[in-house]
């Protein structure tokens, strides 16, 4: 089994920001892609950054350029700092990490952009 704790969420105030982090833990092998989708209230589920193994990333293109996803592979640890965060950025965060041709998620950590 695999799981996934998401931590770094909470209440920032616009222009703010935050570092979330998602370790995973577990029977693992090897960790192949990890990263996150968001999901807003009332809304679907989006895709927000990826990272492979090797550390190749990509965002989504309401965030490129304000987050920036790392990984520690030595800790299958994924991180995503978020900048200059707006009330649009608001939602529930999950990480996911992708083993054996599998994708495990996270529950999700809470992120409220308000003043």
């Known amino acids: 089994q695999v799981q996934l704790v998401e931590s770094g969420g909470g209440l920032v105030q616009p222009g703010g920001s935050l570092r979330l982090s998602c370790a995973a833990s577990?029977?693992?092998?090897?960790?192949?892609?990890m990263g996150w989708y968001r999901q807003a209230p009332g809304k679907e589920r989006d895709w927000v950054a990826s990272i492979t193994s090797g550390g190749s990333s990509h965002y989504g293109a309401s965030v490129v350029g304000q987050f920036t996803i790392s990984r520690d592979n030595a800790k299958n640890t994924v991180y995503l700092q978020m900048n200059s965060l707006k009330s649009e950025d608001t939602a529930v965060y999950y990480c996911y990490a992708e083993f054996s041709s599998v994708r495990y998620w996270g529950k999700g950590t809470l992120v409220t952009v308000s003043s």
């Open positions: 577990g029977t693992i092998f090897r960790i192949d892609g």
